[in-house]
């Protein structure tokens, strides 16, 4: 999923409001939808993806020159205008979602034009937060391993008909494989097992 160019979570600045202002003034929306009806004239033909992107390119720079001596503005700040969207939270409060702790459960609401992706920004720095206050929370969330060859060892063991009783015995004196040191992370055979098994659940049929 593409990124919008700014968080709408994050505080509205003065620059915010500036730019909204500026690419909401009246003659600045005209040239836009003016702009927006020459692009979607353009011959969408299979095989003609140079050209199109051309003659997209030259419309554009031809605007873009309109806007700077209209306005009096650069070309990044004419070219973010032509392509402006209304999607940051002062214009679309109904879009962005709330969420808040109730008993034992993070309840999330929208509002009627929230779209999934509103949820999904605002998952990251607010909801996972909350979830992780909740008195039952435990986190899912894999860590990386410092042995990447381990499991697929493994696999590779019991494939050639080797028991995980003697798989664990050379893992423990670092003779499983000669680019893995002696592991000491399972010194149960059983905690060894539940490991791997927890690994390869899922991508083999007899772990």
């Known amino acids: 999923m593409a990124k919008r160019s700014r968080d709408i979570y994050s505080p509205i600045t003065a620059r915010d409001w500036f730019l909204y202002h500026l690419f909401n003034d009246k003659d600045f929306v005209e040239i836009r939808k003016q702009w927006q009806l020459e692009i979607n004239d353009v011959d ?20 873009v020159e309109s806007l700077r001596q209209k306005f ?19 214009l679309n409060a109904d879009r962005v979602p709330v969420a808040e702790i109730r008993g034992n459960r993070v309840i999330i ?3 009627a034009n929230t779209k999934l ?21 435990s986190s899912q969330r894999e860590t990386p391993t410092d042995e990447p060859l381990l499991a697929y060892t493994v696999y590779k063991e019991l494939r050639n008909g080797r028991k995980m009783t003697e798989i664990h015995e050379a893992y423990s004196q670092g003779t499983l494989h000669s680019e893995m040191p002696e592991g000491n992370k399972w010194p149960d055979v059983s905690d060894f097992r539940k490991y ?6 899922g991508y083999v049929d007899r772990p």
């Open 44 to 63: 969408q033909e299979p095989g003609l993806e140079d050209k199109q992107r051309a003659e997209i390119e030259e419309i554009t720079a031809r605007y």
């Open 72 to 90: 009096g503005i650069n070309e990044v700040t004419a070219r973010k205008g032509l392509t402006y969207k209304k999607h940051n939270r002062t």
């Open 109 to 111: 609401s929208i509002g």
């Open 117 to 137: 992706e509103d949820i999904e920004d605002l998952w990251t720095p607010w909801i996972s937060l909350l979830q992780s206050k909740l008195p039952n929370y």
């Open 196 to 201: 791997y098994k927890g690994i390869v659940k």
